[in-house]
C-alpha cells in the first residue's frame, strides 16, 4: 500500500541493509543536508524555526520515552517558509525533530529501485542512535508500509547553508527579546507585547498581556517568560509560554510591589521592589511549581531601580532613595542574602539593565531632569564597574533584554517625556552600541525579558 501526496508522484524507498532512504534508485544518504532541532522542553506544542526559505520539507519526529528516542507522528503543520508546528494533542513531551529540506526541481520519472534497494515490510522500520542526529525518515503523517510518495520535484544535488548548526540546535525562546506592558501617552497601562528578533534587528506584535500593567518587573528561563504586575494588580503575574506563544495567568507573588526589578536563573525568578511601608523586599517565583515565597530582606532601600545577573547572582543597582544613587547590591540565590556590590559609574533612577555570564550593562535613567544615555559595566567575577559605550538614545524608564552577545535596550520616555518604541543594541565584545529596529509599539515603564543562555536558560 501507499499514500498519494502529489500528483506526478515519485516513491520514497527504504534500503533495508544500510537504512538509507531511496527516491527512484538515488541514494539520499549523498544529500548534504540534515538539519537537526531539540525541544529540551516539554510542550504539546513545539514550534520550531527552521530557517530554510521552504514549504517542501520532510519532517521527522523523535521524542524521548524512558531516556531513548522514539519515532513518533504527531501533527505538523507549516506556519510559514521558515516555520512549523508539531502538536501531540493533550501530551507534553521533548525531543529532536529532523528537517530534509527537498525544495529543488527537475527531476524525471525512472524506474522503480532494484532489488539493490529492497522496500521493507510493514513491520521493518529504521533504526536510529539517540546520541546522533537521527537518520532522514518518511514524514510523520505517512504510515511507512511498501513505500510512501513526495513531490516529484526533488534532484539528488543540494547544498543549503542553514541559519542555525545543526550540530548546535538553538531552542526557539533564546531567539528573541520579549518586551511588554508600559504606559502610553496619555500615560494609560497597555498589555501589549512584542519580540524583538536578533538576527534580524526587527520587531514583531505578539499576544496581548492578560490586563494592562505597568512599572512591572520581567524575568525568564528558556520556557517561560514571567512579569509581575505593577500599578494596577499588584502582585499578581502573568507567564508567557515560549513553546506555544500562549499566555496565561501565574501565582501571585509573595511580596506585592508597586514599582520593581527582577532577575535570576533557570529556576526561579527574583523579584525586588517596593510597597506602601518598605522598598527592600523580595520574592521568590519558582518556575516549576508557579509559586512564591518571601526572599531574603535585601536591606537595600532604592525603588525604580535595574538589575541583571548571573546563575548564581543578581545584581540590582541604582534608583532613588531620598536621593538618586548609584549604590549596588549583590544577592546570591542559594542563601537568599544580599551584600553590598561596587558603584555604578554613573547616579541613575529608572535605568535599564541586561548582561551575559560575565558582565551585566546598566544604562539610560534620569538624574535630576537629565534623560541619561550613559552606560555602566558591571563584571561579576572582580566586582568592578567601569565606564561603557553610550547607548543611542537617551531615554528613561526604558527595559532591555539579551543574549550572550548583545544587550537590547528600547522604548522609554524621551527628554520631551513622550514615550518611544526606538531600541539601542549594546555589543558585550566592543562596548559599542547601534541603532536598532524600532519595537512595534510604543510605551514607556514597560518590561523586558529573555531566555539568555548561560544565564537563565
Not at 512579569?227 to 509573595?254: C, E, K, Q, R
Amino acid at each position: 500500500m501507499k499514500t498519494s501526496l502529489f500528483s506526478n508522484e515519485k516513491e520514497l524507498y527504504l534500503n533495508t541493509v544500510n537504512n538509507n532512504l531511496t527516491i527512484s534508485g538515488i541514494d539520499l544518504a549523498n544529500f548534504e543536508f540534515s538539519y537537526s532541532f531539540s525541544q529540551i522542553y516539554k510542550s504539546n506544542v513545539w514550534t520550531i524555526t527552521h530557517n530554510l526559505d521552504s514549504y517542501n520539507i520532510i519532517s521527522s519526529v523523535f521524542i524521548y520515552s524512558n531516556n531513548e528516542l522514539e519515532h513518533v507522528n504527531p501533527t505538523i503543520q507549516n506556519i510559514d517558509n521558515n516555520k512549523i508546528s508539531i502538536t501531540f494533542g493533550g501530551i507534553k513531551t521533548s525531543g529532536i525533530v529532523s528537517i530534509f529540506n527537498l525544495d529543488i526541481t527537475n527531476i524525471i520519472n525512472s524506474p522503480l529501485p532494484t532489488s539493490s534497494t529492497p522496500t521493507p515490510t510493514p513491520t521493518q522500520t529504521p533504526s536510529f542512535t539517540p546520541s546522533i542526529t537521527p537518520l532522514i525518515s518518511p514524514t510523520p503523517s505517512i504510515t511507512i508500509t511498501q513505500s510512501i510518495t513526495m513531490t516529484p520535484s526533488v534532484t539528488p544535488t543540494i547544498s543549503i547553508t542553514p541559519s542555525m548548526s545543526p550540530s548546535l540546535p538553538i531552542p526557539t525562546s533564546t531567539t528573541f527579546a520579549l518586551f511588554g506592558g508600559g504606559t502610553d501617552a496619555s500615560n494609560n497601562p497597555i498589555n501589549n507585547t512584542c519580540r524583538y528578533i536578533y538576527a534580524s534587528n526587527s520587531a514583531i506584535l505578539d499576544g496581548n498581556l492578560s490586563y494592562p500593567i505597568f512599572n512591572n518587573a520581567a524575568t525568564s528561563n528558556i520556557a517561560t517568560g514571567i512579569f509581575a504586575a505593577a500599578g494596577v494588580n499588584i502582585g499578581s503575574t502573568i507567564l508567557y509560554n515560549y513553546a506555544t506563544n500562549g499566555i496565561l495567568m501565574g501565582g501571585n507573588i509573595s511580596n506585592a510591589t508597586a514599582i520593581g526589578t527582577a532577575c535570576g536563573n533557570s529556576t526561579i525568578g527574583l523579584f525586588f521592589g517596593q510597597n506602601s511601608t518598605s522598598s527592600n523586599i523580595t520574592s521568590i517565583y519558582s518556575y516549576v511549581s508557579n509559586t512564591s515565597i518571601s526572599g531574603g530582606n535585601t536591606g537595600y532601600l532604592p525603588s525604580t531601580l535595574a538589575s541583571t545577573g548571573t546563575a548564581l547572582t543578581g545584581i540590582i543597582g541604582g534608583g532613588y532613595a531620598s536621593t538618586v544613587l548609584n549604590t549596588t547590591g549583590i544577592y546570591t540565590y542559594a542563601t537568599n542574602s544580599i551584600v553590598s556590590g561596587t558603584a555604578l559609574t554613573y547616579t541613575g533612577a529608572r535605568s535599564a539593565a541586561t548582561g551575559n555570564t560575565s558582565v551585566g550593562i546598566f544604562g539610560g535613567g534620569i538624574l535630576s531632569s537629565t534623560v541619561l544615555n550613559i552606560t555602566s559595566i558591571y563584571t561579576y567575577v572582580t566586582n568592578t564597574t567601569i565606564i561603557g559605550g553610550v547607548l543611542q538614545y537617551a531615554t528613561t524608564s526604558l527595559s532591555a533584554a539579551g543574549n550572550p552577545t548583545n544587550g537590547i535596550f528600547g522604548g522609554g520616555a524621551l527628554i520631551s517625556a513622550s514615550p518611544t518604541n526606538i531600541t539601542t543594541i549594546y555589543d558585550y565584545s566592543t562596548n559599542i552600541s547601534t541603532i536598532g529596529g524600532n519595537l512595534s509599539y510604543t510605551s514607556m515603564n514597560s518590561a523586558a525579558c529573555s531566555a539568555n543562555t548561560g544565564v537563565n536558560a
